[in-house]
């Protein structure tokens, strides 16, 4: 009886509060937000399961990580320096056809994983690919050389001059 009553209430109040803080609580934009996702998940599961955590503590505990993933979102947009501190800088792994091999050997990316993301883009030839980004949440962008203009998506990654 109390999983059925604490578990409705405990997530009610987290969807409440995911939809007050907004869509950047939950989005997938680094590594940071990941963590606070996964937090999220395990306290509502700690909530339902475990007897020693009264539902306030809970709720508290909920409120705590919504809070500090808004403050976090909040700081790195108005102070951009602070942002390095919690996103890694995306990486250029190929850049107009050429596979950056000391990028893919310092992000422990294989060529293979390369590969596989051009060929679920579409393409499936390198030389007809203007770039590859590892981004900061982890995804592989691949951008193909008809599409890259003038690189101006690529100002924020390091390399990638046009």
Not at 27 to 35: C, E, R, S
Not at 57 to 85: C, D, I, K, Y
Not at 143 to 152: E, N, P, R, Y
């Amino acid at each position: 009886m109390r999983v059925l009553l604490v578990g409705t209430a405990a997530y009610a109040f987290l969807v409440v509060l995911l939809r007050v803080s907004g869509k950047r609580t939950l989005a997938k934009l680094n590594a940071f937000d990941l963590v606070v996702t996964v937090a999220l998940g395990s306290t509502l599961a700690t909530i339902l399961l475990s007897t020693d955590v009264a539902w306030a503590e809970g709720a508290v505990a909920l409120a705590l990580l919504v809070g500090l993933q808004f403050v976090v979102a909040w700081a790195t947009t108005r102070w951009p320096s602070s942002r390095s501190a919690v996103t890694a800088a995306p990486t250029l792994l190929l850049h107009r056809g050429e596979v950056l091999d000391d990028a893919l050997r310092a992000h422990r990316v294989s060529r293979g994983e390369l590969r596989q993301a051009v060929r679920a883009s579409g393409s499936g030839d390198l030389s007809q690919v203007g770039a590859v980004v590892l981004e900061s949440d982890g995804t592989l962008s691949v951008v193909t050389a008809s599409s890259l203009g003038d690189a101006s998506a690529l100002a924020d990654v390091p390399g990638a001059k046009g």
